[in-house]
């Protein structure tokens, strides 16, 4: 039954978590990414997020 309720969002929710995964350990990765960043950098940061799981919502669609 809950999988037919959110059948359609899985796509969508794998994204963001393969996302987030991707994300975390790139943070790792580059230790400039560590610590306090100013406002302007950590949304900069969080609009590229936003434009990578839109990325993949356009390609999902295209395919669809």
Do not use: C, K, M, W
């Not at 406002?39 to 295209?62: D, M, N, P, S």
């Amino acid at each position: 039954f809950l999988y037919r309720s959110v059948g359609a969002l899985l796509p969508y929710v794998t994204g963001v978590a393969a996302a987030s995964f991707f994300y975390i350990a790139l943070a790792d990765l580059i230790p400039g990414n560590r610590g306090r960043v100013s406002a302007v950098r950590a949304l900069a940061q969080f609009v590229l997020v936003l434009a990578g799981i839109g990325t993949v919502a356009l390609l999902h669609e295209g395919h669809g």
